[in-house]
């Protein structure tokens, strides 16, 4: 664990950096900014990044089978054709919910694209509750709601068996497990499966490791940790140099390397200057354990 090593990618300091995506055929990490609203594309051999601007804020970027990629934009699923810069729409969401968007989202194993919404913060962590909830975007493009009453929609992904979904309301201080269903998509059975402590903060991003272990990037814990989904307990803490991380995955050759990012969003100019990082990418090397290839949409 001494070989763990942390180091920022590039320059650019994101105002709420996001939905960090592994894209093997590009060699390039993929993420957001969600209020900065753009896609941003980190070459990790010319170490340059690209970005695309869009029209509302973009709170996820995957990967697409047909090439390309799909983004939660606004209260949207979209397509995005990277090359051309082209945004089109998939379908809606929370129409009757104004001031509602997106956030965190994410590919299951069988190709749809679950994401889910919350209303729009005062500042950071401040929103009116119960607002958002958690939908899936079907490969034939047909949308379903499977609850709603949600806080702050956030971290998911599934066993590496596929029976189990795990997903966090970042309010609830907790992260949760269902019962999956492949087939359908269908979820059920929830339960907590670890309660944050207090210096964790709150949760938000997460991935799984091929250890089958959960790591959760902590929102104003400056830190991601790793949880046994089995037996609910923490097994390591990373700790990194901004107190705003967002979300993980990881990356890089065979998976093996982690990337973290983080937000500036909220931070008055004292605390700016003490952590000139905040809102930059974290790659973490040196964990001694992989993650797997993030599954594409099917549609
Ligand atoms: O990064 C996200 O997922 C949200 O969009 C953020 O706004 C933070 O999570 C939130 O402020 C603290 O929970
Ligand atoms: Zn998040």
Known sequence: ????????????????????????????????????????????????????????????????????YVITLGTRFAALKWKEQLVTTIAQVDRDKAKNRFNDGKIDPAGRYFAGTMAEEIRPAVLEPRQGSLYMLCPDHSVVKHFDQVDISNGLDWSLDHKTFFYIDSLSYSVDAFDYDLQTGKIGNRRSIYKVEKEENIPDGMCIDTEGKLWVACYN??????????????????????????????????????????????MDRERLSQQPQAGGVFKITGLGVKGIPPYPFAG
Request: contains cysteine; glycine residues 10%; neutral net charge.
């Open 221 to 266: 814990g400056g830190r991601v940790i790793r949880l046994d989904p089995e037996t609910g307990k923490r097994i390591q803490t990373v700790k990194l140099p901004v107190d705003k991380t967002t979300s993980c995955c990881f990356g890089g050759k065979d998976y093996s390397e982690m990337y973290v990012t983080s937000a500036s969003d909220g």
């Open 1 to 68: 664990m001494s070989s763990v090593k942390i180091e920022c990618i590039g320059t650019d300091r994101y105002r709420l950096g996001e939905s960090p995506v592994w894209d093997e055929k590009e060699n390039s990490l993929l993420y957001v900014d969600i209020t900065g609203r753009k896609v941003c594309r980190w070459d990790a051999g010319s170490g340059q990044v690209q970005a695309v601007s869009v029209d509302a804020p973009v709170s996820s970027v995957a990967l697409r089978k047909s090439g390309d």
